[in-house]
């Protein structure tokens, strides 16, 4: 293997190259961070300072993003008058739930995928991917009419099943690699050990443990972020953050401030999470096909 | 297996010696045992039940005119569902909008992304920059669509006031104009998920062949041949699967186009999702939806298709290029 290190000559074309790439950094930097930057101070500012600009074209006044008195106010009427504690507890019941169901049954479907070999098994397999695959709109449509007539729909066991449908089959496919890359001769021992098969799958749990803990994560990140399942089956009993968030628009006036502090109250326990398993999330994200 | 067989040994031919056929087994596959279909089977139901009963259904509603009333029936509407689609007019236009609204996330996502990625492989401030670079990811697609109306209202949002500082816009307003509007969407997908991109590029880059590089650079090849004549060959299967993901996400999620302009202005961003939404949530034509929920399946299925095919090679390719 050749080394990492290649040693590079200074040229004019290089330096010029080196500047450029610095400069558009850095307004990568400032294209990704203003937004998330925006919605934190805008939820701290009352309506007034928050819809205070300067002059079109006066850039030298851009300070006045900055000008203005802090205040909880936003969030506290949050928790209070719009009862968003409720949505937070139904928004953590759904996603936990099904992120529970999902990765439970998932686990144990992916590692006797990964075991068996079996007639049939890569339709199987294309059948649980494209289930992942399939927009959500097209699926809620006779789901919806499915729910309805079990009287599902605004329920939180209703929304839990509904988030399954596409965190059972993640939880499958990507399981699935994480137990193809444990070798069966340690079960194999194992059971030339006197263990039996269900004592010889516990045994291999621990090697998969970071990454089933990562995709329980991930399962609740999806649900969490849902909107178009809470929206139409949860609607009524089951509101949660996401809708609860839409709500805020009312057709007289849009609550920018209270929408401002909802974003950071849905998104912030995200980022943490994301960061907790910062490891696993490209794998988690392109479905196990790419690895850091 | 046992056999007869005459086998050569030094000095002759030795007869009717009993000789087993060993054929070495894949140590990770084994013959089917049964338990392990015990273990698959709860899974396999439940999902099942609510993917396969739910496209029964499916199939029957765009047969039918749905009736949600209690106590009415469905009428038997044979394939008038689908066949009234072929003179929908929004129904084609939700096709085109859907392929030029995909087109232009996903070239401005590649382009974007595999630059941040090139720019910030083996920089200084590589790890910092990437944790930074990931928080728009775990933003729910409704918040984010909010932030940007936010951001992009007339009387107060920064984003507008930026636009009109540097001279691109006169006035008027970004969401309800036809031609800014979409790429406001476009935009707001951008943010989120070009550091996805960026993330799978730089995955794919620390996979390339160090030695050819170097091989590359001592012929004389600068950063330019270097970068479209190695790496970009080895970045081929990431950027592949990354088209492929976003391509579905891009009619997975239509959250943030609900929030900020719901299809709207004269169906400029109705993308055919959004017009599903329309068709059976808002009108509650369930039958009519149903039919085009059909035809946007047929699609996932075919895109699942060149997914497993692609997933199932350049996955063990990349898997064994890792272990070396």
């Known amino acids: 293997m050749a080394s990492r290190e290649i040693v590079r000559y200074r040229s004019p ?24 930057f925006i919605m934190v101070v805008s939820s701290f500012k009352d309506l007034l300072d928050a819809f205070q ?24 009427e949050l928790f209070t008058e719009k009862h968003f504690g409720t949505y937070l507890r139904n928004s953590l019941i759904a996603s936990l739930g099904s992120a529970a169901v999902s990765v439970s049954l998932g686990s144990m479907a992916a590692y006797a995928l990964s075991r068996a070999e079996f007639r049939g098994k890569r339709d199987l397999l294309f059948w649980i991917i494209s289930t992942r695959m399939a927009p959500v709109v097209a699926v809620m449509v006779p789901l919806y009419v499915i729910f309805r007539s079990s009287g599902l729909v605004g329920t939180l066991p209703g929304l839990i099943l509904a988030y399954t449908t596409f965190n059972l089959p993640f939880a499958i496919w990507i399981l699935k690699g994480f137990f193809d890359n444990v070798p069966y001769a340690i079960e194999e021992a194992a059971q030339c050990d006197g263990c039996t098969r269900w004592q010889a799958f516990r045994l291999i749990i621990p090697l998969v443990a970071p990454g089933i803990g990562a995709f329980i994560v991930l399962c609740v990140l999806f649900g969490w972020n849902d909107f178009l399942f809470a929206s139409i089956i949860g609607s009524g009993g089951a509101k949660t ?12 006036k849009i609550q920018w401030g209270m929408i401002m502090a909802a974003g950071v109250v ?17 794998a988690g994200l392109t479905m196990g096909a790419v690895r850091e | 297996m046992a056999n ?4 050569d040994v030094a000095g002759g031919v030795v007869r009717g010696v009993r000789t087993v056929d060993y054929v070495p087994e894949d140590f990770n596959r084994r013959p089917p045992r049964y338990y392990l279909l ?14 396969l009963y739910p496209l029964v259904w499916l199939i029957y509603m765009s047969l039918h005119e749905v009736q949600l009333a209690p106590g009415k029936s469905d009428v038997w509407a044979g394939i008038d569902n689908f066949s009234r689609l072929a003179t929908d007019k929004k129904f084609l236009r939700g096709w085109l909008t859907l392929f030029k609204y995909s087109a232009l996330c996903l070239s401005v996502e590649i382009g974007l992304g595999v630059l941040v990625a090139v720019i910030l492989n083996n920089n200084r401030f590589e790890k910092i920059l990437v944790t930074i670079f990931l928080m728009p990811m775990m933003m729910a697609p409704v918040i984010a669509g909010f ?11 920064w984003y507008f006031w930026i636009l009109q500082s540097i001279g691109l816009l006169e006035g008027g307003s970004i969401l309800g104009n036809k031609f800014w509007a979409m790429f406001a969407i476009v935009a707001t997908d951008v943010w989120q998920w070009t550091p996805l991109i960026a993330l799978i590029t730089l995955a794919g880059l620390k996979r390339v062949p160090q030695d050819q590089l170097e091989a590359h650079m001592v012929d004389g090849a600068g950063p330019f041949r270097n970068f479209f004549s190695v790496a970009l060959p080895n970045l081929y299967p990431f950027l592949l699967i990354a088209i492929l993901l976003r391509f579905m996400d891009n009619f997975r999620f239509i959250d943030h186009i609900l929030i900020m302009t719901g299809g709207g202005p004269a169906n400029a961003t109705k993308i055919l999702p959004t017009y599903l939404f329309d068709v059976s949530f808002k009108f509650f034509e369930l039958g009519r939806g149903a039919a085009i929920a059909f035809t946007l399946l047929l699609l996932t299925i075919l895109l699942g298709l ?12 990349l898997r064994t290029q890792r272990e070396d």
């Not at chain 1, 330096?15 to 961070?33: D, E, H, K, N, Y």
């Not at chain 1, 600009?53 to 900055?66: A, C, N, Q, S």
């Not at chain 1, 912030?268 to 490891?279: A, D, E, H, K, S």
């Not at chain 2, 007869?4 to 086998?7: D, F, K, L, R, S």
Request: avoid cysteine; charged fraction near 10%; proline fraction near 7%.
């Open chain 1, 13 to 36: 074309l290089r330096s010029a190259l080196q500047g450029l790439s610095i400069l558009f950094l850095i307004f990568f930097f400032v294209w990704t961070v203003l937004p998330l």
């Open chain 1, 53 to 76: 600009l300067p002059e079109v074209g006066d850039w030298g006044d851009i300070g006045v993003m900055f000008d203005f008195k802090p205040t909880g106010a936003h969030y506290v």
């Open chain 1, 241 to 252: 953050l996401p809708v609860a968030t839409a709500e805020l628009v009312q057709p007289v």
């Open chain 1, 266 to 282: 849905t998104t912030v326990p995200m980022m943490f999470l994301g960061l907790l398993i910062r490891r696993y999330l490209v």
């Open chain 2, 4 to 7: 007869i067989a005459n086998i």
């Open chain 2, 38 to 51: 015990w273990l698959m089977l709860p899974a396999i139901l439940l999902l099942a039940a609510i993917s």
């Open chain 2, 147 to 157: 932030l940007y109306m936010f951001l992009y209202n007339g009387t107060f949002g």
């Open chain 2, 306 to 317: 060149v997914l497993t095919i692609v997933f199932e090679d350049p996955t063990r390719k």
